[in-house]
């Protein structure tokens, strides 16, 4: 089974751009669908996007457009941009991986990074 | 707000039975998508417990068990114990084709 690993850098201000990178590992990148997901201390998951080894994406469109997904096949790296940052993005990150087709479950996640956003 | 409702919390003494309902509409668990249930134990990420309305992965005993009907999903668990103390989700996908995740149950053993 693939281990997932997100990385960040914890806190980030108010208007300036998140990066998060997901590294997988036990497994290839390739040929599977993954997501992101946040969650915001103790509030549900939100589903912010999926993307497909080949770089294909879609994003929740309940989110403002200010989400940014990409994959790196050669390192087994996905990632997640945010611009315009603002407290309501502090959230615990996860990355997920999807089963199957694009419509499978979540059979894989990372342990999910902290993303604190504040001056 | 969550676009699959579930109950805030239930709870339920050791080695009683308990249901946690997931409900949706025509646009998302009235679909052919499926619903799966993750559960969250504190301080962890989610883990994979029901997939496809009523089966489980390998590990996952069998007190836990889930079913669909309609546009509604259902989590149950029986034979309760400490350790199944967690937040439970349902997740299904809506026709704009995004994954839809319910507010989350705390469950509680009491």
């Known amino acids: 089974q693939v281990q997932l690993q997100e990385s960040g850098p914890g806190l980030v201000k108010p208007s300036e751009t998140l990066s998060l990178t997901c590294t997988v590992s036990?497994?290839?990148?390739?040929?599977?669908?993954w997501s992101w997901i946040r969650q915001p201390a103790g509030k549900g998951l939100e589903w912010i996007g999926r993307?497909?080894?080949?770089?294909?994406?879609n994003y929740n469109p309940s989110l403002k457009s200010q989400f940014s997904m990409s994959v790196d096949r050669s390192t087994n790296q996905l990632s997640l941009r945010l611009s315009s940052v603002t407290a309501a993005d502090t959230a615990v990150y996860y990355c997920?991986?999807?089963?199957?087709?694009?419509?499978?479950?979540?059979?894989?996640w990372g342990q999910g990074t902290l993303v604190t956003v504040s001056s | 707000q969550s676009v699959l409702a579930q109950p805030p919390s239930v709870s339920g003494a050791p080695g009683q039975r308990v249901t946690i309902s997931c409900t949706g509409s025509?646009?998302?668990?009235?679909?052919?998508?499926?619903v799966h249930w993750y559960q969250q134990l504190p301080g962890t990420a989610p883990k994979l417990l029901i997939f496809?309305?009523?089966n489980r992965p390998s590990g996952v005993p069998d007190r836990f068990s889930g079913s669909r009907s309609g546009t509604s999903a259902s989590l149950a668990i029986s034979g309760l114990q400490a350790e199944d103390e967690a937040d439970y989700y349902c997740?299904?996908?809506?026709?704009?084709?995004?994954?839809?995740f319910g507010g989350g149950t705390k469950l509680t053993v009491l």
């Open positions: 025509s646009s998302n668990i009235g679909t052919d998508y499926g």
């Open positions: 036990g497994g290839s990148i390739s040929s599977y669908y």
């Open positions: 496809d309305n009523s």
């Open positions: 997920a991986k999807y089963s199957g087709s694009y419509f499978s479950y979540f059979d894989s």
């Open positions: 993307i497909h080894s080949s770089g294909t994406t």
């Open positions: 997740q299904s996908y809506d026709n704009s084709l995004s994954a839809v």
